[in-house]
């Protein structure tokens, strides 16, 4: 059954009802041409699970009965994810796709020495609304609970202060090291740079702010690659463990 999502403030359960709106009412109503009785799958991003029957489709929302209701358990292993803005914006909105269906819980957009895209803050705020869109709609597709946090634009200083988390990896395209690291139950934060990779100086600035640098082999990737494949690289981990533990 596909999944659809809402706002948690639009699921009432004492009442078990829920209000979906906006695009995803637009999609349900529109290019599905849901209808009333029919049953769907509904969640808030938050890992709420909700069977759903439609019971009236009005013009710009429609409500549904909850028939049910669960929450799904947060993964204990996160990967999140601070890449470079990329002068092909296609090329940065794949990455925020394939990442989100990779099963990444946080993206940091990130501002390094070698970042050609610098965009204004009003620009950033039409970016940041059509890349949520990218966001919902991979996680609807790859139906998952837990929306991805995407944040506002961060520079390299700004990212290198970031704490909680148990591992931080940096990885750098003339470093040697294999990535012998276990992320399984961690939370994990990946820094990657953007065309033309990091400088010597950021590498060594992350070094002193707790960063590991690893190797993700001799051939050079592409930034948006080099994203997937450190989530990739977690998600493998943990489908060798128990492909239970991760969304």
């Known amino acids: 059954m596909e999944l659809f999502y809402t706002s948690p403030e639009n699921i009432t359960l004492d009442s078990a009802r829920l209000v979906i709106d906006g695009d995803e009412f637009h999609h349900l109503a529109r290019v599905l041409r849901k209808k009333t009785g029919d049953n769907i799958l509904v969640t808030d991003g938050n890992g709420s699970r909700c069977h759903v029957r439609i019971v009236d ?8 009965e909850i028939l049910d209701h669960s929450v799904v358990e947060r993964p204990n292993t996160s990967v999140t994810v601070a890449i470079s803005l990329l002068k092909a914006p296609q090329r940065f909105e794949l990455f925020l796709e394939k990442a989100t269906e990779l099963g ?9 020495a070698r970042t050609v895209s610098q965009p204004t803050s009003e620009r950033v705020q039409g970016r940041l609304n059509r890349w949520r869109t990218i966001v919902l709609s991979a996680t609807r597709q790859s139906k998952r609970y837990y929306l991805p946090q995407l944040a506002e634009p961060l520079s390299f200083r700004q990212v290198t202060a970031l704490e ?6 940096i990885p750098y395209e003339v470093s040697e090291k294999p990535p012998r690291v276990n992320c399984a139950s961690k ?3 990946f820094m990657i740079g953007g065309e033309g990779g990091f400088t010597e ?3 060594e600035d992350a070094r002193q702010a707790g960063f590991s640098e690893i190797s993700f082999g001799k051939s050079i990737l592409r930034a ?6 450190a989530v990739a690289f977690v998600r493998t981990q943990l489908l060798e463990k128990d492909c239970s533990e991760w969304f």
Do not use: H, N, W
């Open 164 to 169: 909680g988390y148990d591992l931080k990896l």
């Open 104 to 112: 990444v819980s946080a993206i940091i957009p990130m501002i390094t």
């Open 201 to 203: 100086k950021e590498v």
């Open 224 to 229: 948006e690659t080099a994203g997937l494949f």
């Open 57 to 64: 489709i009005g013009k710009k929302s429609l409500e549904g």
């Open 187 to 189: 939370k994990t934060l």
